[in-house]
Antibody, heavy 124, light 106 residues
Framework: QVQLVQSGGGVVQPGRSLRLSCTAS????????IHWVRQTPDKGLEWLAL????????FYADSVQGRFTISRDSSKNTLFLQLNSPTADDTAVYYC?????????????????WGQGTLVTVSS | DIQMTQSPSSVTASVGDRVTITCRAS??????LAWYQQKPGKAPHLLIF???GLQSGVPSRFSGGGSGTQFTLTINSLQPEDSATYFC?????????FGGGTKVEI
């Protein structure tokens, strides 16, 4: 049974750092790319970042490029999103999600399994 | 980035009704369009991929159509558990982008 279980959300002060985790079961990261997506009432759903199945390719949305870092620990089947110097605009529910299809397919950017979501609040 | 525009933003219907939601892409995206259902406090759930492919486990009353820039999600014989917000999302071009959502109330 495929599952993505998230942890690590909470309140973070502007300019500090926070790391979100996403632990997979029922599959391995070597088989699927994993994404981070966030949601706010104002901006809706926003794709943030992608780590390829081989772990070598990382892609980011312009809004987080240079501030957020995606990584993984394959031995623990866990994906991370490091939020560096967040601002109030980064306050959102953050989700990890699995690619439905392989690289080169339009299904690469469709998400068939999602974590439960974790709320990040950036506030002093 | 490709802009995804959904209409209507909300709809109220009765059990047994047919509901159709429209999604328009600002550029041609072939058939790389997905639909998700989201209930309050929960993550989105994939319903339809590649415009008309039914995700495993999704009831057959859900169907998708369209190609190019115009797409539809149809819910036949609406059920109480279909009360949710529905999002379209394009997977044709980087970065993937989502529509603003359509809230379906019963």
């Amino acid at each position: 049974q495929v599952q993505l279980v998230q942890s690590g959300g909470g309140v973070v002060q502007p300019g500090r750092s926070l790391r979100l985790s996403c632990t997979a079961s029922g599959f391995t990261f070597n088989d699927n790319a994993i994404h981070w997506v966030r949601q706010t009432p104002d901006k809706g759903l926003e794709w943030l970042a992608l780590l390829s199945d081989d772990g070598f390719n990382k892609f980011y949305a312009d809004s987080v490029q240079g501030r957020f870092t995606i990584s993984r620990d394959s031995s623990k089947n866990t994906l991370f999103l490091q939020l560096n110097s967040p601002t109030a605009d980064d306050t959102a529910v953050y989700y990890c999600a699995r690619s439905k299809g392989g690289r080169g397919s339009g299904l690469y950017y469709n998400f068939d399994y999602w974590g439960q979501g974790t709320l990040v609040t950036v506030s002093s | 980035d490709i802009q995804m525009t959904q209409s209507p933003s909300s709809v109220t219907a009765s059990v047994g009704d047919r509901v159709t939601i429209t999604c328009r892409a600002s550029q041609v995206i072939s058939s790389w369009l997905a639909w998700y259902q989201q209930k309050p406090g929960k993550a989105p759930h994939l319903l339809i991929f590649a415009a008309s492919g039914l995700q495993s486990g999704v009831p057959s009353r859900f169907s998708g159509g369209g190609s190019g820039t115009q797409f539809t999600l149809t819910i036949n014989s609406l059920q109480p558990e279909d009360s949710a917000t529905y999002f379209c999302q394009q997977g044709h071009s980087f970065p993937p982008t989502f529509g603003g959502g359509t809230k379906v109330e019963i």
